[in-house]
């Protein structure tokens, strides 16, 4: 059980990463923080946050390290790099990396852990930017159950649905799973409203018909009504989605499994990355068939 005296220090301030700080922060807890880029770390430090230079400093004064950054390579960077966490990482500390990232680098950081008698979890959440601000997160855990149960009260915080999944990279390998149902969902929901405007029907009535039935699903109820009002703003980056599918992807060649839906989803996605929409949000997939 954490209480407020615990020390914490979280690593990546973007979409979802502010909302997370923030609702830590208005628990009672003292948050330190460092991201790439200062600027998008302002407003918190303003609200109170504290600043550190580099992950090696903030590791320096952390009992607990969340990290939530873009890409595996630059999860790397954070732990691994001359400046990153375990240059500086104390004994005892718990490092608990949010980011959707590879299996693989999930157990190299736990590993690593051991080594300087810290501990690692491996802990990507689902939810984007409203369960961010909402602090309702699915939180999927991969690592030793001990930590797990230790940092439980912290993930109760920020998320509600939060579940130990087994052993390190666990986590990873089942936001996997998530970003494999969403996958083809996204096609599914987008498509459907594709099909009610040529069919000359109001998408909104449709979405009050069929959002709370069978076809029903978080992106619907969640996303849809962003693309009706034409708002494309990333609760979920297009280019992480991106990122991760093609993560799922390269695992699931590891176990010689094929996944067309998938591979489907990652082409389209792909295609509107092309067209500029990288930095849109995951529901701009209706655009595909603009």
């Not at 999930?106 to 961010?132: M, N, T, Y």
Request: hydrophobic share 40%.
């Amino acid at each position: 059980m954490m209480d407020t005296n615990t020390r914490i220090g979280f690593i990546g301030i973007g979409v979802m990463g502010e909302s997370i700080v923030r609702n830590l922060m208005s628990n009672g807890f003292t948050v330190t923080i460092n991201t790439r880029t200062k600027s998008k770390a302002n407003t918190l430090l303003t609200e109170g946050a504290k600043w550190c230079d580099s992950p090696r400093q903030l590791a320096e004064i952390s009992d607990v390290i969340f990290t939530m950054v873009g890409y595996p390579h630059d999860v790397e960077e954070v732990y691994l790099g001359s400046e990153g966490i375990f240059a500086g990482v104390q004994e005892g500390t718990i490092l608990v990396d949010m980011t959707t990232s590879t299996p693989t680098l999930a157990k190299q950081i736990f590993q690593l852990a051991k080594e300087h008698r810290v501990e690692a979890l491996d802990a990507p959440v689902s939810g984007g930017d409203i369960g961010a601000k909402n602090a309702t997160l699915s939180i999927m855990v991969g690592g030793d159950r001990s930590t797990f149960d230790k940092v439980l009260s912290l993930f109760q915080v920020i998320g509600e649905n939060i579940v130990f999944q087994g052993p390190a990279g666990s986590g990873q390998h089942t936001k996997m799973c998530n970003q494999i149902a969403i996958a083809s969902n996204m096609i599914g929901v987008t498509e459907a409203f594709v099909y009610a405007q040529k069919a000359g029907l109001d998408p909104e009535t449709v979405l009050k018909s069929i959002s709370n039935g069978a076809a029903g699903s978080w992106s619907m109820s969640n996303l849809i009504p962003r693309v009706l009002k034409k708002d494309y703003s990333p609760g979920f980056f297009i280019k992480h989605f991106i990122k991760d599918m093609s993560i799922a992807i390269e695992e699931a060649e590891k176990m010689n499994l094929q996944l067309p839906g998938l591979k489907l989803a990652k082409q389209m996605y792909a295609t509107l990355a092309q067209n500029g929409e990288e930095n849109s949000g995951t529901q701009a997939l209706i655009k595909f068939w603009e």
